[in-house]
């Protein structure tokens, strides 16, 4: 089984699923499925049921997946494979309501007719569902309702090469900055820190233009700059980041045409 192959091919079909368009996770299940929910007593076995159980389900619920890392795990076997997707979930009720979580998803593919296909997916979360739902939150405790979210719902992400032959998926307006770290770099957002095993030179491109490069070894956000001086800036974080003396009267510009520009100081 083509590793990797399958490493995109599950992480395509998460950000499918969470944008309500599940055809390509039916599409990809084995015969013999076992589902297993994030809640108590949510499982389901067989395709053909759990086509019929997403056939019944009704629902107006939208989300936002946020900081997507995958994991590829050798089961030592040919014939299978284990992937596991780590990700914030955002779910947005149609009362305006919503909740976060840190969710955990294992799909394991194995062969069937010589084909891979998904033979279990277990979703698991802190959230405590209501015994009536079977796929979707619809029915919901109010405690879990009105925290803090990732921001909007549809914006662009960026691969990253991960350690350990993952995938790291990022909202790139998600990341703070962006630092060197010899043939690796570390990317910050406000909650987590990722080890990407590729040079910045090679991430430049790819995180423009929400991210540029004002320092050899550090690519910033402007959104996230708090002030600037002579010669660093200083992110809403606390954190310093250098700017060459060369590149400042440039990079002073750059701020300066922002909507809301940061505060200035000479």
């Not at 076992?34 to 107006?60: C, S, V, Y």
């Not at 200083?234 to 060369?246: A, C, D, F, Q």
Request: proline share 5%; aromatic share 10%.
């Amino acid at each position: 089984m083509n590793i990797e192959k399958y490493t995109i091919c599950s992480a395509a079909i998460l950000l499918e699923y969470y944008d309500n368009k599940i055809q390509s996770f039916l599409e990809n299940c084995h015969d013999d499925i076992l589902w297993l929910g994030p809640a108590h007593d949510q499982m389901i076995r067989g395709k053909d049921n759990l086509i019929d159980a997403f056939q019944k389900e009704k629902h107006e619920l939208r989300f936002t997946v946020s900081n997507l890392v995958v994991y590829p795990l050798d089961t030592g076997s040919p014939s299978t494979l284990d992937v596991l997707l780590t990700f914030q979930l955002d779910t947005f009720w149609p009362d305006g309501s919503s909740n976060r979580v840190h969710q955990r998803i294992s799909m394991l593919w194995a062969m069937q007719n010589n084909i891979p296909r998904i033979r279990l997916c277990h979703i698991s979360n802190a959230i405590a569902y209501d015994p009536r739902d079977t796929i979707y939150p619809v029915h919901y405790a109010e405690t879990y309702k009105s925290m803090v979210l990732s921001g909007q719902i549809k914006l662009r992400r960026v691969t990253f090469h991960g350690k350990d032959r993952s995938m790291i998926y990022l909202k790139p307006d998600l990341i703070l900055y962006v630092e060197s770290c010899g043939s690796h770099t570390l990317l910050h957002t406000s909650t987590q820190t990722f080890e990407c095993v590729e040079r910045l030179s090679a991430l430049c491109k790819r995180c423009e233009p929400e991210l540029i490069r004002c320092h050899e070894s550090y690519l910033v956000n402007l959104t996230y700059v708090a002030s600037i001086q002579r010669f660093s800036f200083t992110l809403t974080n606390g954190v310093s980041i250098p700017i060459p003396e060369k590149r400042y009267t440039h990079i002073k510009k750059l701020l300066a045409n922002f909507s809301s520009s940061p505060e200035v100081k000479e």
